[in-house]
């Protein structure tokens, strides 16, 4: 099984920037579909955005799209959330998770990571 660790979360004013890490453990990151989800206090968990392992197939949620890239590095089985532009109403807990991922919508598939905060405040 594997097992993910997110981190990279932090306090950061409007404007800034963020990567996140998703780290893989116990096997290969290079066998999976990732997903980043967030989930903000009295909100929904939703999901942001996905990579899949087999056709490259990446998502991203409207309100983050331009602004959010997710990528890959196989050598360190390690799975990337840049977040530029980082607006308040990113503020959120982000998990990264197993997931599938289409081209038009992502869910998450049973294993996550714990959660790191993002705050976006001036």
């Known amino acids: 099984d594997v097992q993910l660790q997110a981190s990279g979360g932090g306090l950061v004013q409007p404007g800034a920037s963020l990567r996140l890490s998703c780290a893989a453990s116990g096997d290969t990151i290079d066998d999976y579909t990732i997903g980043w989800f967030r989930q903000a206090p009295g909100k929904e968990r939703e999901g942001v955005s996905c990579s899949s392992y087999s056709d490259g197939t990446t998502y991203y949620e409207d309100s983050v799209k331009g602004r959010f890239t997710i990528s890959r590095d196989k050598a360190k089985s390690t799975v990337y959330l840049q977040m530029n532009d980082l607006k308040p109403d990113d503020s959120a807990v982000y998990y990264c998770?197993?997931?599938?991922?289409?081209?038009?919508?992502?869910?998450?598939?049973?294993?996550w990571g714990q959660g790191t905060q993002v705050t976006v405040s001036s």
């Open positions: 998770a197993t997931a599938f991922c289409t081209f038009n919508g992502m869910g998450p598939r049973g294993y």
